[in-house]
C-alpha cells in the first residue's frame, strides 16, 4: 500500500515529511509556496507543530495534475 492510499482518509493528518514524500517537493520549497500562496496552508496545532490535511494535498496534487493536462492542449 503506498503512502497516498494510506493517507488519503480527510481524517489524517500529516507532517511535513509526509508531504514532502507525497508530493517529491522539498520542505524549503513547500515553506515557500505556502507563503507565495501556491500550496494549502498547514494547520497549525502548537507553536512548533504544523500538519495538513491528507484531503488538501491530495486535491492540490490532482489541481497540478490537471493544470498540466490543460496546458498540453
Known amino acids: ?6 493517507t ?3 481524517e489524517w493528518l ?3 515529511p509526509q508531504v ?5 517537493l522539498s520542505k524549503s520549497c513547500i515553506k515557500l509556496w505556502v507563503a507565495r500562496g501556491r500550496f494549502p496552508a498547514p494547520i497549525a ?3 512548533t507543530v ?5 484531503s ?9 495534475q490537471q493544470q498540466k493536462v ?3 492542449k
Open 1 to 6: 500500500m503506498s503512502l497516498a492510499q494510506k
Open 8 to 10: 488519503s482518509g480527510p
Open 14 to 16: 500529516l507532517r511535513i
Open 20 to 24: 514532502v514524500a507525497m508530493t517529491t
Open 45 to 47: 496545532l502548537s507553536k
Open 50 to 54: 504544523k500538519v495538513w490535511r491528507a
Open 56 to 64: 488538501d494535498i491530495s486535491e492540490w496534487i490532482s489541481g497540478q
Open 70 to 72: 490543460g496546458s498540453d
